[in-house]
DNA sequence: GCCACGATCTAGAACGTTCTAGAGTCGTTG
DNA sequence: CAACGACTCTAGAACGTTCTAGATCGTGGC
């Protein structure tokens, strides 16, 4: 059987079990309305004639589309590990998650609009680029989740951690460990980094350590940490609290590149608690992210909107969590 | 508008327009068959009344399935790269592409399934880890393309990299340099590591090098690298070869902070030429796959047996190329 | 004027499945 | 025995779109 030959259909299994197409459905569904008996001999036509539902059909017919769809950015591990999480609280709920990437030459309206003819029930967008505006205009048209960015529109729903106290808590942990040059790497132009930087600015301030504000520009990349760690090699820091982990990465590369010690010279701190952090070799001081519960939000907070349920909240902030490993210490 | 109301339709648009439905279809479609004013009219009609496209409502009268599925592993950069690749090539081709990933919690055979029921017309596999037995059974359904992997089997299509010339590339590189204690960092029971690994052994035994062949057994991921580099400190070699540059960058680090100088003390060649890989900090010295042509050859192949081509060869084998940047220098 | 042809447009059926109403059967109760 | 309820099963329509055959109109040639 190859391209172009006609797959197996209820109509096939039918006409072999000397049923109705109907009933063949009702069993492949596992509905309530068929006999026992009928639904085994059914059952076991289909294995035989090896039947695959059309989702197409399905979709189309049902008028409940059981699909949401998710539009992620490649080469973000972050977004890899809330893949992971959101396919497991889908499948949870009986829904049905359909990707669509932005790459380097994919923009995000292209992601979003393939999923908009694909008749998804809901739409959630990991780290959204686009203005509100044009996400409160898809939210008239779907129900629309935005994780890991605030946005402050009523028709949006949001599940994000509170980025602001996240850099606090690694300010307040870096303090707690004696320092006081605590500089940071910003996010430049990324979702989240405003929030992120303010959290540091009222962390600093609050601990009295106004005149050692100092924000580095920096980015969501290897890169952006690496080029943040040169601007800060003339006049290091006791400590730097860092955007995300991946550049965190591209900093301590270059830190240990020239010959400074982490922690003992300079102790770093990420964010998010990506999977690489945990390896033993970068072993990653970092604020968590709780993907698992974010993902499980999100997934909630669509199938809620789905099913029309009067939402309390439309925004879910979750507390992020200090973990706290290696790469921060008491300052010398 | 909001969850559970209905979208405009044809019908709407036709109602609206005064023409019927298949009209409105044939506009849509730009197909000829309608006048110019009748498809300004239409055109207006639509754009007002927000008409998308019911693409399973489409997919399922046309018979014609545009899509192609792709299973892809999630925290694989190479995979990102060429999702990148892969939806350029199939816009090119006026196909789409619905992605199913492969999570640390959601196995391959459950990726795989969710496109068969989507009708996809053929399917791309990335890396796949399923005996070779069971593509055969899932290309007997459809077509199958395979990427990154020699799979043996007539009716199994394949596109990748000649890995054992990658690999001979890499060492006839070293070599060049003047380096004889090379290593080789394999990829474990990764998709393409034998026949890396069979490179390695081939090239060394063709400079005269049998008795310098070290094989330490590796992996695919940063910590994978990592691991094995410890297994190097006792007894460096001048050079090592590792399986993926993921894991190269694992080994440089662990290198790095063991104060060994690279390349003055040791030069690492990478694999993939992954997008970091480039990153100025990481200047990685790496045997580069040609994602483009790899994207290109595959979405034309899958297109091809979709459209009942009778296809030359089924398995194409792309040349690797050496990327010479900072990571590889003469031994001490 | 008649005929042939091409372009435009329409009506109706089909894609594979689910929904819904109704028919038929069986068992229980009055 | 008749009525009722529960369960099983079926027939037919619907979901939104495309395919296909045919009707209609306009134009050009004879």
Redesign the interface.
Known sequence: ????ER?TTLADVAAEAGVSVALVSIVMRAAPGASAATRQRVLEVARRL?Y??????R??RSGESRLLGVVFG??H?FH??L??GL??AADKQGY?L????V????DERTAIA?L????C??LILLGPLAPTAELATLA????VVVMTRAVRHRAVDVVRTDDSRGLQLAVDHLVELGHRRIAHVDGARWVASADRRQGYRDAMRRHGLDEFVRVIPGGS???DG?RAARLLLDDPPTAVAVFNDLAAT?LL??L??HDLDVPGDISVVGYDDS??SR????DLTTVAQDIDTMATLAVSRAVE????AHVAHRETVIAPRMVIRGTTGPPR
Chains 1, 2 share one sequence.
Do not use: K, N
């Open positions: 059987m190859r391209t172009g797959r090896d695959q539902p059309d989702s197409r059909a979709l189309l490649v080469r591990p890899d590990d893949l992971t396919y497991d049905e359909t990707l669509s990437a790459t380097p030459r994919r393939g908009l003819q694909d008749r029930a809901a008239d048209r779907l129900p990349g290897e890169e690496a591209g590369d270059v240990r590149r999977s690489f390896l033993a070799h970068i909107r789905v099913a029309g």
